[in-house]
Every structure is written in structure tokens, then in C-alpha cells.
């Protein structure tokens, strides 16, 4: 856990830098859309990784796989944005999850049996939802998201993944391939993702005397720290290049070596 620990605490420090670079600058850049999905997705890596420790720390195993995926996420989306366009990429990603929260706003406002159900989970009328956030609802502001997405992409169809920039990324097992990260795809959708679907559900059963006990697949904690303290430290480290912090990233990779920890 003194990786895990250790990187995570330093990792927390390098938004404040990147805003204060921004605060500092001369040339008056501003901060712009794909910047927030960086730092978004950064804070949401980080904040998912603590969620991690949490659980690690109270000895709760049950959905610690599950969180790990999702830090692998955080992780490759981060990593492909950084890679190179990073200013389209970002705001591809950043309008995608406009245009999903427009189908989330139009399956809500639905007449139908699933509409009316998913307002009465949400405790809101059609008019609650309509008086919201009007632009979900502003033809105009739609249209424009789904032309600056199209064209972002070079795309005809708003159903094109926002990652699939050269038309030969169709999903999300492509994407890691192309960024070469297929083994850790292996072990965190084929491996792990085998205590979390029904096919694995016999596996879990132990029987003896006439009794049932359910089990989790044994796998060692210390995999999925290890695992997402590697993903944060390579993380923390395309953002520090990114945005120019050299002398913060001087520092995060003495750090690592004080702590014998590359």
C-alpha cells in the first residue's frame, strides 16, 4: 500500500499547479473546453482511486474490481486525449457527453410507460424537467453540439464514439489495443469481470454439510492498488507534460525514487 499511498497523495496536489500554471501565465491562455475534460477526468480518476482505498482499507472486496475498471477508464481516456490532438479529442469527449445527456432528457420527458417510470423514480413532472436546464431543450444549443461533434469527428452519424477519431475504433477493447494497453484490458475486463457476471455465479458456492456459503474469486488486493497506483503515477505525469510543470514533475519523480518506488 506505501505506492498506493504515496502516489495518491502527490497526484492530489497537481490540479491546484495546473490552475495556479493557467493564473500565472502571460500570454492570457484560457482555460478551455478540453482543459476541463483533463482536469475532470483527472480529479475523477483520483476521487475513484480514494473510493478504492476506502474500501481496501475496511476489508469490503465485494466491488473493489468493479472500481478498478472504472480507474482503468478514467485512465485510457485520459491517456488517448493526451496523446496527441488533445484540444479535438477533448472536446469530442466533451460534446459526447452533451449529446448523451440529450437522450437522457428526451427518454425523460417521453410519453410513455418508461418515461412516466423514470419520472416517478426521479420524483418530476414533464414541466420540473422542461423548467430545468434549458438548454437540453434548445434547439439551437442541440444542433450546434451535434455539428461541432460531427465535425470534430469527420463523421455523418452522432452514434460514431467519440473516440473513434480514424473510423477504426469501435469500441472500447480497440481503443486500449491501440494504446497499448491490451494486457491490462485482459486482466481487468476477462479476469476480474468474472466476479461480477452470472455465468461465474456457481464458482462463487461453496457447499458442504448441506450448507451454502457464497464466495468471492480470490484475487489479491494488492493487484488492483498496484495497478491503479501504476495508471494515477502515468496519469499525474502526461498532465504535468502537457501543461509544461516541469519543475512539479522533477519533483513527483524524485518523490518516486526517495520511495523506491521506480
Keep these: 500500500m506505501k505506492m498506493f499511498n504515496v502516489v495518491l497523495r502527490e497526484s492530489n ?6 490552475f495556479d500554471e493557467f493564473q500565472g501565465r502571460a500570454d492570457n491562455n484560457e482555460f478551455e473546453l478540453h482543459d476541463g475534460v483533463i482536469i475532470g477526468l483527472f480529479e475523477d480518476l483520483i476521487a475513484k482511486i480514494n473510493s ?8 469490503c472486496y465485494d466491488s473493489h474490481d468493479i472500481i478498478s475498471r472504472s480507474i482503468f ?6 491517456k488517448y486525449i493526451l496523446s496527441q490532438d488533445t484540444k479535438e479529442r477533448g472536446s469530442a469527449y466533451a460534446k459526447s457527453a ?15 410507460k418508461v ?19 434549458l438548454s437540453v431543450s434548445d434547439e439551437a444549443h442541440r444542433s450546434e453540439v ?7 469527428l469527420n463523421t455523418s452519424s452522432a452514434k460514431t464514439l467519440w473516440y473513434n477519431a480514424d473510423g477504426k475504433t469501435g469500441s472500447f477493447e480497440q481503443l486500449c489495443i491501440k494504446q497499448g494497453l491490451r494486457n491490462e484490458y485482459e486482466i481487468l475486463y476477462r479476469i476480474f469481470s468474472r466476479d461480477v457476471h452470472s455465468n461465474n455465479a456457481l464458482s462463487r458456492l461453496k457447499i458442504s454439510n448441506n450448507m451454502v456459503q457464497v464466495g468471492n474469486f480470490n484475487i489479491d488486493p494488492k493487484l488492483n492498488t498496484n ?14 507534460e502537457y501543461y ?7 519533483s513527483f519523480n524524485t518523490m518516486l525514487k526517495i520511495n523506491h518506488l521506480i
Excluded: C, W
Design 13 to 18: 496536489k497537481i490540479s491546484d499547479k495546473v
Design 52 to 59: 478504492l482505498k476506502v474500501l481496501i482499507d475496511a476489508k
Design 73 to 78: 477508464e478514467a485512465h485510457v481516456y485520459l
Design 98 to 112: 452533451k449529446l448523451s445527456e440529450f437522450k437522457l432528457y428526451d427518454k425523460l420527458i417521453e410519453e410513455s
Design 115 to 133: 418515461g412516466k417510470d423514470l419520472r416517478e423514480s426521479l420524483g418530476m413532472s414533464i414541466d420540473d424537467l422542461k423548467n430545468g436546464d
Design 146 to 152: 451535434t455539428n461541432d461533434y460531427l465535425n470534430l
Design 227 to 240: 495497478m491503479s497506483a501504476i495508471f494515477l503515477v502515468e496519469s499525474s505525469r502526461s498532465v504535468m
Design 244 to 250: 509544461k510543470l516541469k519543475q512539479p514533475l522533477r
